[in-house]
Every structure is written in C-alpha cells, then in structure tokens.
C-alpha cells in the first residue's frame, strides 16, 4: 500500500554498559549516578517574550544509525541544513567495539564541535552492540546547562538564555547490564523527574518542550509500547508538545492526541477518534502531543502494516513496504511557531511536513 504523505503546511521553510563515566563538554568526567537521578535544577521563571520575538532554534532529529552508506548519507543531509544541533534518538553502530569509528564518521562530517547529542537504544544500552558510555566519551554534551546523565536520562534548555525549547531525554523500555531496564513506572524516581523536567519548563516559560526516547508507544510496526502506557499517558497528559522516538525503522507521524472526558486514558492497540485533537498539518499548541518516530537515521527498514490496530492514530508513514527512506526530520522553532519537515537522503523521495502554531 503506498505510504500517505502529508501536504506541507501552510508555512513551510522561509526560512550511553550502563555508563560509568558522563563525559560533559568542557569538563571532566565523572563517574555516574547508580542512586537516584538528581531533580531537574530548574531556571527562575522568565518574563513572556512576544510574539515578535525574532530568535530560533533549528534542529534535527533521527535514530537507527549504523556506519554504513545510509548513515553517511543521512549525515550529508545534516550537514547541508546546518542545525544547531541534532537529537541522536538511539542504536548507533550496531557493532561491538565500533564506538571510535562511529565518532569519526560523526566528527569528519559535521565537525569536532557539533553538538551531536545522544541518547542511549537498546543496541548499546547493555553494551552488547557497543557501549553508550564509551560513545557519550567521543561524542560528548555541547551544549552548556545539562541536567542529569548524559546518554540515558538529561534535559537541557536551547538557548541556556531565555531558551526557547527544553529537550527532556530519557531511557524507558530497553534493558541495561543485568537484563533489566531502568525503572519508569508511576511514581519512580525517574518518573518524577521526568514530570518535574515539563512542570519545570512551563513554570520559566520556556515555548516548547520536546521529548526525545528510543522506543515508541504507538506504532504501525512490529514493536508494542515499550515505553509504557502510563508513561505515555503523563506526556500527553502534560501537553508535551513533541515526542520523538527511533527503535521502529520507520518514519511515522501520529496525528495531535489528547485525553479528554471522552479519552481518560490512551490505550495501545486503539485507535479512538475521540483522543484525535486534530488531524490536519497546521496544529495548534495546547491542544495535544505529536509523536514522531525518526527511525531512518542510516539502517535497514522495517514494514509498516497499514491495517495495524491503531493505524488510525497515524496521519503520516512509510516503510521498507511502503515508499521506504532514509533521512532527517528538520525542526526550526521560533517563540510562535514550530516547523518541522522530513527531509530525505540522496536517492528516497518521501517527505512530510507539519507546523504548530502557539
């Protein structure tokens, strides 16, 4: 079945073994964390900015990398739009020991300085594909402010001075040494401090909040929720704007979910209209969270099942069965408005585009 592409917007551009060290741009390492995570260190409120505000953030954002010709491909792309920074969503090299080259590919196509920041998958979370610990030293944080361990569990806020986006990583879903994954459940430690990490961001003011993890919840492929049901639920109950996701070698794009009286609760393996907020490529803020899964970063494909359960929970997909591509998805962020489009490597044609409007 071929894959929906959504029409653009009406805008479009004018425009880390379970880590033993954290290694943090400009300092030294330190050894990480085995309690509790620390609670975000939140920012004193800052002052509404209008809507006039002229300054941006431009980022990008994919998973599922490798080292192979579709990754240097996907890494062309980024080079070519010149974002702030890219969101890595997870599964690097797919190979043991293979960390370094991985790096080098990174730095000789976007430079020793870029921020490339990571965020543990499954294939290097316990170190049998690679050791996000060993990663996050190559390819460590650049950007100032971030909270927490990076490579499994950080936020930080773009720009450090009156930001206009708060990235809130996290590592819910796949195992770390000993066969275990890190504890999400309701009222955890990490729990908490994922809510503490939004409630934060609302309480400064800061536009937007995007929250990056490997695993999806919903998906048109062969995955379940990972995450959690009650996870997912907090974010969307918190009107996370964007959550973005990899695992699933796929590029798929919910429609704007919400929880109302008629939606208490959203349940994987549903598709219920009445937790649509709005189906169309023009959003308005407030009204629910958009999950993407950028799972294109380099590797092979996965199909995607256009008659999957929640299918209907879908505006946008396509896979290796199904107008399959490599590529990026390009987000630039004013204090009005977020724009995001998918952008594909040489060679694929699928491409999608949606906008937010505050």
Not at 50 to 58: E, G, L, N, W
Not at 146 to 156: A, F, M, N, R
Not at 174 to 185: C, E, H, N, T
């Amino acid at each position: 079945m071929a894959a929906r592409a959504a029409s653009a917007p009406a805008r479009i551009w004018a425009a880390l073994s379970w880590a033993t060290l954290i290694c943090l741009a400009g300092s030294a390492c330190q050894a990480a964390p085995e309690g509790p995570p620390v609670q975000p260190q939140e920012q004193p409120a800052s002052e509404e900015q209008p809507a006039s505000d002229s300054r941006s953030v431009h980022f990008t954002a994919a998973g599922d990398i490798g080292l192979g010709g579709g990754a240097k491909a996907v890494l062309d792309v980024i080079a070519g739009l010149k974002p702030d920074l890219n969101i890595v969503l997870g599964d690097l090299s797919y190979q043991a020991g293979a960390e370094q080259a991985f790096c080098d590919m990174v730095t000789k196509k976007l430079g020793q300085d870029f921020p490339y920041e990571l965020i543990t998958g499954n294939h290097e979370s316990d170190g049998h594909d690679g050791d996000i610990g060993k990663f996050a030293q190559c390819l460590p944080n650049r950007l100032p402010g971030l909270q927490g361990t990076y490579g499994t569990q950080w936020y930080v806020d773009v720009p450090r001075d009156r930001p206009l986006v708060r990235f809130i990583l996290i590592s819910p879903g796949i195992d770390f040494p000993g066969g275990q994954p890190l504890d999400y459940s309701q009222g955890s430690n990490r729990w908490r401090w994922t809510e503490s990490a939004i409630d934060g961001a609302r309480a400064a003011n800061i536009p937007w909040t995007v929250v990056g993890m490997h695993t999806p919840c919903f998906s048109m492929g062969k995955y379940g929720c990972q995450p959690g049901e009650r996870l997912t639920n907090m974010l969307v109950s918190k009107n996370v704007d964007l959550v973005l996701t990899g695992h699933q070698h796929v590029y798929q794009r919910t429609r704007q979910l919400r929880l109302t009286e008629r939606c208490p609760v959203l349940v994987p393996g549903e598709a219920r209209n009445d937790c649509v907020a709005d189906s169309d490529n023009d959003l308005a803020q407030g009204q629910g969270t958009v999950f993407v899964t950028v799972g294109v970063g380099g590797a092979g494909h996965h199909d995607v099942q256009a008659d999957d359960p929640e299918a209907g929970l879908f505006a946008v997909w396509t896979g290796k069965n199904s107008d399959r591509t490599l590529g990026t998805l390009d987000v630039r962020l004013t204090h009005a408005r977020l724009e995001a489009r998918f952008v594909p490597a040489a060679g694929f044609t699928f491409t999608d585009a949606f906008a937010i409007e505050r």
